[in-house]
Structure formats: C-alpha cells, structure tokens
C-alpha cells in the first residue's frame, strides 16, 4: 500500500472573514496521514476544527494554505472534483438533512445516478448499500416515517452507493439514541472488514476505543496523534483541552491518583478488570 | 392537526394505476381536465365520475383519502356553489327577499361543484399513486424539450421534489414548535383573527430559520454526494411505455373524444 487514503501538508484554512475583520485560521498547518483500510477517529471539543478538517477531505472545503490529498489527488485540482467525492463519502449529523427523496431506494440512488452510471448498475448498487445497512426491507418506505437510527443507516447506504473507498463519519452518531449510534458503530465494523478505510469524527470517547489511530483536534491544530493507548493515557493533557475519556481510562487514572500500581494503559473493559484484579490480589 | 393534510402525499402500491409511467398518468389528468371542462350535461359527467371511480378503485385508494383532499378548498366549493345558485337567470323556483335560486342556478351549481370535486380528486389521484420523484421524473422529461427555448426543467423539477420530501419534515417541525412555545403560555387557538395570526409570528421565525438551516446542510450533502446538476444523470428506474401505457393513453383521449361529442349533442 503505497498510496496513503489522505494526507495534508500544512493545512491551513480560514472562512472568508466579514468585512473590516482579519481573518482567523480555523485550521493552523495541520498534517496527517491516514493509510488506507484503516479506523481513524477524529476528536476535539466543538470549534476546535475537526469538522472543517472533515470537510477539506472530499473538497466541500478547499485550503486556504497548504495542501489535501486524497488517494494521490489534490483537492484543489478542480477536474477532479467528482472523482475524490465519489472516493471519499460523507455521512453527516441531521440525516433528515441528507435524505433528498421521499422514497428510501430512490434516496439511496441518489448518488450513482449523479454520477452516470446504468440503470442495471444503479439498482445493483442500491441494493447492496441497503443490504450492507440493514435497510433493504424498508427500500419503499418514506422516510419520514423511520426512526432516527434508521434514517442515518439510510443515509449511509446513500454514501455507500457511490462505492467508495473512504468513509467520513462527521459527527454521525451525534444526534442518535444509544441503539442508533450502536447501528452506525456495527455498519462501521462491517465496512472495516470490507476493507473500507473509516474516518469517524466524534466526542463519544467511547467510540473511539477500538480505532487504529485517534488524533484530538484543539484550536485548529493537532494536539495529540497515536494509538487510542498513548492518546488516552494522557488523561490531563485531554481534560486541559477541554474532552473526556473513555470511562476505563478515567477509572485507571483515578485509581493511579490513589496510589495503585496500574498499566495507564489498559483500555477494554476487559484489560480494566484484569488490571484492577491484578492489583487487588 | 397539521398532519390531516395530505396534498402531494403518496400511498405507494402495486396497482395498475401505480404501474403506469408517470408521463402516462400526467397526459391522463390533462386529457381529464380537458375533458371535465367539455362535459355540460348529466351523462358526461356520469362519464367523467365513472373514469374517476373506476380509477380510484383500480388504484386501492379509500374515497376517504380522496375527500379528505376535499377539505383545504370546501370555502372555494361552498363559495362557487352560493354564487352560481343565487346569480344564475333564469326561471326562478325560491323567492326569499332579494335572493332569488333558478332552476338553471341549481343544475350549474351542482355541476360546478362536482367539476371542482372532480377536478381535485384527478390530481390527488396523480399525487397517491406515484411517488414524488417519479412524478418530477415524469414532468422533467415531459418537459425536457422546453430545454431549447432556456428553461431549466431539471432544476425546477429537482426543486419540486425537495420541496415535497420536506413537507412531511417541516410539519413535524411546526408542531414541535408549536409544543414549545405552548409550554411557554402561547395561545393559539383564542382570540381573534389578529390575535390568531399574531400568535403565529412566534411559530414562523424559528420555522424560517431552521428551514434555512436545513437548505444549507442538504446543498453539502447532495454535493458530497457528487451533485452536480442535470448534466449526464441516469436513473434508477428508467421511463420506458409499456403496451398498459399505451391502452391507458387510447382510453384517455377516447374519453375526451367521446365526451366532446356527447356534450356537443346536448347531453
């Protein structure tokens, strides 16, 4: 795997400041690398410009300085436009702001038939995607009519059906009940094992317990880059910046407050246990 | 109460009414209407409500669904019903004060308000039995060759269907508001006509706001999702006439055909 999923060279980006204001850097050369068929999680508390990071992936944003580039192809290149969004899908945090049909499978067709493709193509596609979210016996529903969990799976499925090779969860399980955001961590599982590579953007620590590589956005830069073990044992340096931990970590950390010999690293429920038993006897 | 209204709603179904192409069931309503309008006596519109029911019961649609539609225009019916009965010359059967019902009055009211009924009821027709991007669909490329002359038929159609999706959306929305500042002592359903339409100010800023919200974060989604206008789009269901399409369409401009002549001999 020579080619990297997404990489950012001193990304830098403000939004067109209003007049008479300077304008203010959202994002302040940020680089990362994300190698393909990989789970990266994305955190930083609201404003810190995890979700304009998110946006400069598959061009909706362009940078104001610096460079993305995306499966070899820079963003900023206009002739490609198509291509890296077709690439790199987006599931946003209102799936009632995704959905543009009234009919489920004509929603989910959305995209391919944006980009052209026969009609034997799209209907294979469409019924893969909702197959992949566990939708496909809802396909002539409304809607309107669905739950919230199972309005976002639609929405996924319409990502899906532009069969891309990267996913952009921004903020997706925000708005869910705790059985939706189960459904969208399942459907992200399921696309890791397909190979998938899955950017999740999110303040649900919890979800980010089993990514290969976590990076907390703060004020626009990367503040911490790794493994979810050597981010989160860094338990003050994240709550100095504003975020949480996963609840394992913070019991860890508290417990090593109180003197106890414990691996900071232990992260699973599972390690957590046998760690504190380990201790205890 | 918001969700009684059932304009642009879809039953979707597997009829032979939901089976034709949309561009079929489109032709069929203006053939109706062109019909309806032709039709001056009681056969005709015996006709008229014969098609009408027989398409209503083809497509499994309750009448209820059908005069439920009925409710948002009954001032319009109730009001063209009072006009003709009382204006209409002729030979006077009721004399009360200065009002005056004709026998002419009575038949033309009864007429026209069964023409409006029917009228109505085609078009919901149309809206129950095929889906809100089929029916753009339909219109788009009905409308396609409209092209030429520079107007932008896929965006007018795209607008139609989003605008539609959103009903359902924004009436949800509306009642949640609604509850909000109900919870907050506001009274709706008191007062007078200012009363009631000031009460309303409250509902609609917020409504309007979100609904810009809501424009803006699904212009990035369907450009995330590679948008990008009409230009080389294709179609999950491809518009292609069937052998019913074609028996439907003979049906309809037999009906206009057969209706003109009839009305023409006074029927």
Same mark, same amino acid.
């Given at each position: 795997?020579?080619?990297?999923?997404?990489?950012?060279?001193?990304?830098?980006?403000?939004? *067109?400041?209003?007049? @008479?204001?300077?304008?203010?850097?959202?994002?302040?050369?940020?680089?990362?690398?994300?190698?393909?068929?990989?789970?990266?999680?994305?955190?930083?508390?609201?404003?810190?410009?995890?979700?304009?990071?998110?946006?400069?992936?598959?061009?909706?944003?362009?940078?104001?300085?610096?460079?993305?580039?995306?499966?070899?192809?820079?963003?900023?290149?206009?002739?490609?436009?198509?291509?890296?969004?077709?690439?790199?899908?987006?599931?946003?945090?209102?799936?009632?702001?995704?959905?543009?049909?009234?009919?489920?499978?004509?929603?989910?067709?959305?995209?391919? /038939?944006?980009?052209?493709?026969?009609?034997?193509?799209?209907?294979?596609?469409?019924?893969?995607?909702?197959?992949?979210?566990?939708?496909?016996?809802?396909? /002539?529903?409304?809607?309107?009519?669905?739950?919230?969990?199972?309005?976002?799976?639609?929405?996924?499925?319409?990502?899906?059906?532009? /069969?891309?090779?990267?996913?952009?969860?921004?903020?997706?399980?925000?708005?869910?009940?705790?059985?939706?955001?189960?459904?969208?961590?399942?459907?992200?599982?399921?696309?890791?094992?397909? #190979?998938?590579?899955?950017?999740?953007?999110?303040?649900?620590?919890?979800?980010?317990?089993?990514?290969?590589?976590?990076?907390?956005?703060?004020?626009?830069?990367?503040?911490?880059?790794?493994?979810?073990?050597?981010?989160?044992?860094?338990? /003050?340096?994240?709550?100095?910046?504003?975020?949480?931990?996963?609840?394992?970590?913070?019991?860890?950390?508290? =417990?090593?407050?109180? #003197?106890?010999?414990?691996?900071?690293?232990?992260? !699973?429920?599972?390690?957590?246990?046998?760690?504190?038993?380990?201790?205890?006897? | 109460?918001?969700?009684?209204?059932?304009?642009?709603?879809? $039953?979707?179904?597997? !009829?032979?009414?939901?089976?034709?192409?949309?561009?079929?069931?489109?032709?069929?309503?203006?053939?109706?209407?062109?019909?309806? $309008?032709?039709?001056?006596? $009681?056969?005709?519109?015996?006709?008229?409500?014969?098609?009408?029911?027989?398409?209503?019961?083809?497509?499994?649609?309750?009448?209820?669904?059908?005069?439920?539609?009925?409710?948002?225009?009954?001032?319009?019916?109730?009001?063209?019903?009072?006009?003709?009965?009382?204006?209409? +010359?002729?030979?006077?059967?009721?004399?009360?004060?200065?009002?005056?019902?004709?026998?002419?009055?009575? &038949?033309?009211?009864?007429?026209?308000?069964?023409?409006?009924?029917?009228?109505?009821?085609?078009?919901?027709?149309?809206?129950?039995?095929?889906?809100?991007?089929?029916?753009?669909?339909?219109?788009?490329?009905?409308?396609?060759?409209?092209?030429?002359?520079?107007?932008?038929?896929?965006?007018?159609?795209?607008?139609?269907?989003?605008?539609?999706?959103?009903? *359902?959306?924004?009436?949800?929305?509306?009642?949640?508001?609604?509850?909000?500042?109900?919870?907050?002592?506001?009274?709706?359903?008191?007062?007078?006509?200012?009363? &009631?339409? &000031?009460?309303?100010? *409250?509902?609609?800023?917020?409504?309007?706001?979100?609904? $810009?919200?809501?424009?803006?974060?699904?212009?990035?989604?369907?450009?995330?999702?590679?948008?990008?206008?009409?230009?080389?789009?294709?179609?999950?269901?491809?518009?292609?006439?069937? +052998?019913?399409?074609?028996?439907?369409?003979?049906? @309809?401009?037999?009906?206009?055909?057969?209706?003109?002549? =009839?009305?023409?001999?006074?029927?």
């Amino acid at each position: 795997m020579s080619e990297l999923c997404v990489k950012t060279e001193k990304l830098t980006f403000h939004y *067109p400041p209003g007049e @008479g204001e300077s304008p203010r850097d959202v994002l302040r050369e940020v680089d990362i690398e994300i190698a393909p068929g990989t789970f990266t999680v994305i955190l930083g508390h609201n404003g810190s410009g995890k979700s304009t990071l998110a946006r400069q992936l598959n061009a909706l944003l362009l940078p104001s300085g610096g460079s993305v580039t995306v499966f070899g192809m820079d963003t900023a290149d206009e002739k490609l436009l198509l291509d890296i969004r077709r690439r790199v899908g987006m599931v946003f945090q209102n799936p009632d702001n995704q959905i543009v049909s009234n009919v489920v499978e004509e929603d989910v067709a959305f995209a391919p /038939e944006n980009l052209g493709c026969p009609t034997a193509e799209i209907r294979r596609r469409v019924d893969e995607a909702l197959k992949t979210v566990g939708m496909y016996d809802y396909r /002539e529903h409304a809607p309107h009519l669905l739950s919230g969990g199972q309005k976002q799976r639609v929405a996924i499925a319409g990502v899906l059906a532009m /069969e891309p090779q990267c996913v952009v969860f921004d903020e997706a399980t925000a708005m869910l009940d705790p059985g939706g955001r189960r459904d969208v961590i399942g459907i992200i599982n399921t696309l890791r094992q397909k #190979g998938v590579t899955v950017i999740l953007i999110t303040h649900h620590m919890d979800e980010a317990v089993g990514a290969d590589k976590v990076i907390v956005m703060n004020d626009g830069r990367v503040a911490l880059e790794g493994t979810p073990r050597e981010v989160f044992r860094q338990v /003050e340096n994240l709550k100095g910046m504003g975020l949480t931990v996963p609840d394992t970590a913070e019991l860890i950390w508290r =417990l090593r407050q109180k #003197g106890l010999e414990l691996d900071p690293e232990a992260l !699973t429920v599972d390690e957590c246990a046998a760690e504190i038993a380990e201790a205890l006897r | 109460m918001l969700k009684d209204i059932t304009l642009g709603q879809y $039953f979707p179904g597997d !009829t032979p009414i939901h089976r034709l192409d949309p561009r079929t069931k489109i032709l069929l309503v203006v053939f109706y209407i062109v019909a309806l $309008f032709n039709a001056s006596g $009681f056969l005709t519109y015996g006709i008229m409500a014969a098609a009408l029911i027989t398409a209503q019961a083809l497509a499994r649609i309750r009448p209820s669904a059908l005069l439920k539609g009925m409710k948002p225009v009954i001032m319009i019916i109730v009001l063209t019903a009072v006009l003709n009965l009382f204006y209409t +010359p002729g030979e006077v059967i009721f004399q009360f004060w200065i009002l005056k019902i004709t026998r002419e009055g009575v &038949k033309t009211a009864f007429f026209m308000v069964l023409r409006i009924m029917m009228l109505i009821s085609c078009t919901f027709m149309l809206t129950y039995t095929t889906s809100p991007i089929s029916l753009t669909d339909g219109l788009e490329t009905l409308l396609s060759p409209l092209k030429r002359i520079g107007l932008p038929v896929h965006e007018l159609a795209m607008m139609m269907s989003i605008a539609l999706r959103f009903i *359902p959306t924004l009436i949800e929305e509306t009642e949640k508001i609604m509850s909000a500042q109900k919870a907050r002592g506001a009274q709706f359903d008191t007062g007078g006509i200012i009363d &009631k339409a &000031k009460a309303m100010l *409250p509902i609609l800023v917020p409504l309007f706001i979100s609904s $810009f919200r809501r424009a803006d974060e699904l212009a990035v989604a369907m450009e995330a999702r590679c948008y990008h206008g009409g230009q080389g789009r294709t179609r999950l269901r491809e518009l292609r006439y069937a +052998p019913g399409d074609f028996a439907a369409i003979g049906l @309809g401009v037999g009906l206009v055909v057969l209706v003109i002549i =009839l009305s023409r001999m006074g029927l």
